[in-house]
C-alpha cells in the first residue's frame, strides 16, 4: 500500500486583490488537485470569500477583521492551517498563477531541515527569472534578489540560498515551528529575509526548487496612498531588518541616504517636502520602535496627499 501523502496546504492572502486571487486559487484548483488551498481575507470584505465559496465549494476561508499586513496575516493562515492538520503549508502571493505539478514537486522537496520556493518568473515573460535565490549584502546587510547571472547552478534539483522571497515558501510544520513564524513588527516589507536569517540560524537550509517554476505578475506594488505608505514601511522596515541581523549604523544610514534620494527622484518641490516627511517619519518610527501598522496619523496623511490606494503584492527587492 502507498503511503498516504503528507496534507499540504496552501495559504493565499488576499487585500482587495478579488481579481487576482480568484485567478491565482483557479490555477491552483485545476493544476494542484493534491493540496488544499485556503484563502485569507485580510480585512478587505471586498467579496473575495464569497467569491471563491460558491465557485470551490472545497476551498477554505478564513476571514480576519482588519489588516494585519502581509506578515501577520499569513501567519493566522499558517496558523489555521497547522491547526487543521496540515502537514506542509505554503504561503503564495495571490498575483501568481502556478501550473500544473508544481506544488506536488515543492512539497516533496521539503523536510523539517530544508525549506524551498519556486524559480518565480515574470508572468509577461515567463522566461525570464524574477527569484531564483536571495542575498545579503556582505557589507550593509540588507537582502537582494541575486541577478539571474549571478546564481549559483542546481544540484540535485536544489539551489541552496541565503534568502528566500514570501511570494512563495514551501516548509514543513516542524520546520514552521522551529523556525517560528513571520515577525509582525515588520507588517509589510522585509519579513521574509529576516524569517530566512532567523531560520537558518536555526538550523534548517533555505533552497529554490529549479524545476518548479510559478508566474508572478510583479505588478506595481503600491498605488495611491500606498505608494507613500510602501516608502514608509521600506524605510522603517529596512532600519529594523538591518538592526535585527547586526548590520552596523554607518550602513543604516547609508540606507536612509539612498531611500532618500530614491524617494525624490524627479519631483515637483512639493513631493520632495512630503517624500522627506515620510521618510523622516519613518526613521522616527524605527527610533522610538514603533512597529506593526503605520500610524494612523500617517495613514491619513497618506490618503489626503494621494487619494484611496492599494498594496498589490510585496517582497524584499520585489
Known sequence: MQPTPPRHTVVVLNWHGRSDTLECVESLVAGSPDVSILIVDNGS???TLDAAASRWPSVATLQLPENLGF??????????????????????????IVP????????DAVSDHVVVSPEVMYRAAPDEIWFGGGTLDADDAFPHHTPPDELEPCREGLRFTPLLAGCCITATRGAWRRAGLFDERFFLSFEDSE???????????????????????????FRGSAATLGTFYYVRNGLLFNRTVGGRL???????????????????????IRALVV?????????????GAAPKAMQRLAARWNGPGQVRSRSPER
Open 45 to 47: 470584505f471586498d467579496g
Open 71 to 96: 506578515s501577520g496575516g499569513m501567519n493566522r493562515g499558517i496558523e489555521h492551517a497547522l491547526d487543521h492538520g496540515a502537514d506542509v503549508v505554503t504561503v503564495l502571493n495571490n498575483d501568481t
Open 100 to 107: 500544473a505539478g508544481t506544488m506536488r514537486i515543492l512539497g
Open 195 to 221: 524569517w530566512s536569517v532567523r531560520a537558518t540560524e536555526r538550523g534548517i537550509r533555505l533552497a529554490v526548487r529549479c524545476d518548479a517554476r510559478i508566474l508572478h505578475s510583479v505588478s506595481a506594488s
Open 250 to 272: 554607518a550602513s543604516r544610514f547609508r540606507f536612509v541616504r539612498r531611500a532618500t534620494s530614491g524617494s525624490l527622484g524627479d519631483r515637483t518641490p512639493r513631493a520632495v
Open 279 to 291: 521618510v523622516g517619519w519613518a526613521v522616527a518610527a524605527h527610533a522610538i520602535r514603533r512597529y
